[in-house]
């Protein structure tokens, strides 16, 4: 059974930076692309960023390229969302996830989630 564990979450001023971090069940997680998705409060989940396991090809929702950087330690089973100039619109539980396709499209793990705030 493979786990996802994010942390990272917090509260933080408009303009600010929060990384969060997902660790993975290490037998297959070099395998899979890992992504980020997120849900805020009366919306539905919407993908945020990915990144593919062999190439290393990443992808990113419109509204946060730029500002957000996908990244994954293979050996450390961790795939890092570094998030900068943060936005009132970046509220909300952040989720990791883990496809076996080359991309993501439909994920095989989710994690339990990580709240990010945003204030003003």
């Known amino acids: 059974q493979v786990q996802l564990v994010e942390s990272g979450g917090g509260l933080v001023q408009a303009g600010g930076s929060l990384r969060l971090s997902c660790a993975a069940s290490?037998?297959?997680?070099?395998?899979?692309?890992m992504g980020w998705f997120r849900q805020a409060p009366g919306k539905e989940r919407e993908f945020v960023a990915s990144?593919?396991?062999?190439?290393?090809?990443?992808n990113y929702l419109h509204s946060v390229k730029g500002r957000f950087t996908i990244s994954r330690d293979n050996a450390a089973s961790t795939v890092y969302l570094q998030m900068n100039s943060l936005k009132l619109e970046d509220t909300a539980v952040y989720y990791c996830?883990?496809?076996?396709?080359?991309?993501?499209?439909?994920?095989?793990?989710w994690g339990k989630g990580t709240l990010v705030t945003v204030s003003s």
């Open positions: 990144i593919s396991w062999g190439s290393g090809n990443t």
């Open positions: 996830a883990a496809d076996s396709g080359l991309v993501m499209s439909s994920p095989d793990y």
């Open positions: 290490g037998r297959i997680f070099s395998t899979y692309t």
